[in-house]
């Protein structure tokens, strides 16, 4: 009963005709399997509809609370990015966790996804179902259901390290390995560490990967190299023969900030061959130091 009560008051507070909850909610319910959840901003108002389902709604408000952050006007985008990083986390570690409800006026939602963090976060949601609505005061707005994306964790490769399997150009570069990864210095010309892989990557499905870097280079980029094996024979085999495709990263895009670790995020180019090789490039003609740590590579393999 309490908790009815409560549901009722927060729809009437937003404004939001409950009808649409109660349709996201219904939706959910009749897709549910026994031990599934859904994400929702609150669980309260999700009852209403459905009271059978307590318990397979779960507010994912409470993150604010988990993360230590009280969610306020001057919240910073460092702030959001931890409260995120938790509800990837989630996402990630929980097969229970079947759909995830966005409203997109709910202000902790809002902050959450409307913010510009280089992450993973959007990869791990598909969009199923979108339910418009009008608030009274004349604004249309949306809810959003996306179910949760499943990805495996291909391989991690931590660059703590040497291994025989690496090479570099030019050749004679040193690198340092230590518990925090590769730590490599950056000549007046592109410097690379390049890793062929023992185990090919399926390259038709969706992939995407993240990577953990240190740097204090002001200027300049990185570049994540694929290498695919069109002539299938294992190995890259050259320009000729086989192709690349390439993701850059820079400080200018706040893909990294100095002196701080970060972590970058990218998909991985399709492509009907399979990827043999990464490389890790760093361009431009600054010199400096430049730390690469975490390679881990995801794929959707139903997809
Ligand atoms: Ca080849």
């Known amino acids: 009963m309490f908790m009815w009560k409560n549901a009722v008051t927060f729809s009437e507070d937003a404004s939001i005709s409950s009808g649409v909850f109660q349709q996201s909610s219904n939706w959910i319910s009749q897709r549910l399997e026994q031990g599934e959840i859904a994400l929702v901003p609150s669980s309260q108002i999700f009852y ?54 966005r409203d997109w006026v709910d202000p902790s939602d809002y902050k959450i996804f409307d913010s510009k963090s280089n992450d993973e976060l959007m990869i791990l949601l598909n969009e199923e179902k979108v339910i418009p609505f009008t608030l009274s005061t004349g604004w249309s707005n949306k809810i959003t259901i996306y179910s949760r994306v499943v990805f495996s964790n291909q391989f991690t490769y931590s660059f703590s390290q040497s291994s025989s399997n690496l090479f570099t150009r030019p050749g004679n570069l040193s690198i340092n390995y230590g518990s925090n990864g590769a730590t490599f210095n950056k000549l007046g010309e592109p410097t690379g560490i390049y890793l062929p892989l023992d185990t090919k990557l399926t390259a038709t499905v969706k992939n995407y990967f993240t990577l953990d870097i240190y740097t204090d280079l002001k200027l300049g980029s990185l570049q994540v190299v694929f290498y695919y094996d069109k002539n299938n024979d294992g190995v890259f085999s050259g320009y000729d023969v086989d192709y690349v495709k390439s993701l850059e990263f820079s400080s200018n895009s706040s893909d990294w900030s100095n002196n701080t670790m970060h972590q970058i995020y990218g998909i991985a180019p399709s492509a009907d061959d399979k990827i043999v090789q990464i490389g890790f490039i760093v361009n431009g003609n600054q010199t400096g130091k430049f730390t690469i740590y975490n390679f881990k590579f995801y794929s959707d393999l139903n997809s």
């Open 48 to 101: 209403v509809s459905n009271p059978e389902m307590a318990g397979s709604f779960v507010s994912y408000s409470s993150l604010w609370k988990s993360a230590g952050i009280v969610l306020q006007a001057n919240t910073t985008d460092s702030d959001v990015s931890i409260v995120r990083q938790y509800l990837i986390k989630m996402l990630k570690e929980n097969p229970e966790i079947k759909y995830l409800v």
